[in-house]
């Protein structure tokens, strides 16, 4: 691929197949134990997250533009007065 050159929808589709066959090794690869319960959970919210990217393209859903607020009204509560406790204190 040249510089300015788009990727298609299906050599975006085999990267993320790459990407996930590396996730499901790295998984299998790293023992079950106390020390790597962290790993293991970033590895399986990584590979949830690409099987989302990846439904995402295959059926070209498009972004809804309100997504972002929500997602920033609930993790910083942005559209709450900026304390994230408005609907606490009634300001819904």
């Known amino acids: ?32 134990t106390s020390e790597n319960s962290d790993t293991l959970y970033y590895i ?4 949830d997250l690409l099987n989302e990217l990846r439904h995402n393209i295959e059926n070209n859903v498009e972004k809804d533009p309100r997504g972002e607020y929500e ?5 910083n509560g942005m ?8 609907r606490l204190k009634g300001n819904n």
């Open 71 to 75: 997602f920033n009204e609930a993790m």
């Open 1 to 32: 691929m040249t510089k300015g050159e788009n990727m298609t929808k299906i050599e975006i589709l085999n990267y993320l197949e790459l990407i996930e066959s590396e996730l499901t090794d790295a998984y299998n690869t790293a023992p079950d």
């Open 79 to 86: 559209l709450l007065g900026g304390d994230g406790e408005g």
């Open 44 to 47: 399986d919210t990584a590979q």
